[in-house]
């Protein structure tokens, strides 16, 4: 039997910043007795890195930048298991995910205190999971001597109703809402984010950092925002510097392909 099993990395975002809330195991290939399931039988270890090397940072910050150049975000910190449970065959852990969580976090922010510049980045996240014990089965028998390998993508619901578009070099993120083709007009409603999740002269243009940093732009996409304005677009850019130089590339976006793609023929 392949002693082998995957799991996924599953996230939410807060109002400060996306964070790995839950792992699921992928075990519904297999008979486990979920009644003797435990939170205490795993051990969770994340480790969050920069996708950067140092030169780079150095050539992005300038010369003079190493004194204060800091990542804020990086981590090597145990996860607690607040809970277990099984869903459709597979075990799912529920992680701690509160205001003191060291290690929660998806993004880094890099920051030079010095010169006052910084920028949010994605970061590298490897989960290591250990099992104290064999899991059991329904037979009676255990799984033991398991390797246990992560998923590279992290699955976000509210992230994966988006769709990453660009246009004339300008990168964005679109929300189409589920009556879209009811025949009715609908808003468009645009979020532009803060200087925090730039991409700081295309070093750190992720296209992401405007979902990931807040709830700002995927709220706009809940269930709850969507009932008040009966259906909106969403419509998230992330400028490749400073609005300062983008905003008229954010106006041609706006005006006309998106309100031809939404309906609309005036956005206030």
């Known amino acids: 039997m392949d002693k082998t099993l995957i799991f996924d990395l599953h996230s939410v975002v807060y109002d400060d910043g996306e964070a790995i809330d839950s792992v699921v195991l992928k075990t519904s290939n297999l008979e486990i007795d979920d009644s003797k399931i435990t939170k205490d039988m795993f051990n969770v270890h994340a480790t969050g890195t920069t996708v950067y090397s140092s030169q780079l940072e150095k050539e992005f910050f300038g010369p003079n930048s190493q004194s204060g150049l800091q990542h804020c975000g990086l981590y090597d910190e145990e996860r607690k298991v607040e809970s277990v449970e099984e869903k459709n065959g597979n075990i799912i852990l529920h992680l701690v995910t509160d205001e003191e969580t060291k290690g929660k976090n998806t993004l880094d922010f890099t920051a030079n205190f010095t010169t006052l510049k910084g920028c949010s980045s994605l970061l590298n996240i490897k ?142």
């Not at 990168?171 to 808003?187: E, I, L």
């Not at 732009?217 to 709850?224: F, I």
């Not at 009932?227 to 992330?238: E, R």
Request: proline share 4%.
């Open 127 to 268: 989960y290591t999971i250990a099992l104290n014990e064999g899991l059991p089965l329904k037979d009676g028998s255990e799984f033991s001597d398991i390797q246990l390998l992560q998923n590279e993508k992290i699955i976000n619901e509210e992230i994966d109703k988006f769709s990453a578009g660009e246009s004339n070099g300008l990168k964005y993120q679109f929300y189409t809402p589920n009556n879209a083709n009811d025949g009715n007009k609908h808003p468009l409603i645009v979020w532009f984010h803060g200087g925090g999740e730039s991409g700081f002269r295309g070093l750190h243009y992720n296209n992401l950092s405007q979902l990931k940093a807040n709830r700002g732009a995927v709220a706009l996409a809940s269930d709850e925002a969507q009932n008040i304005f009966n259906g909106a677009y969403v419509l998230a850019p992330q400028t490749p510097h400073e609005w300062s130089e983008n905003i008229d590339d954010a106006t041609k976006l706006i005006n006309p392909e998106l309100q031809a793609e939404t309906g609309n023929k005036k956005i206030n």
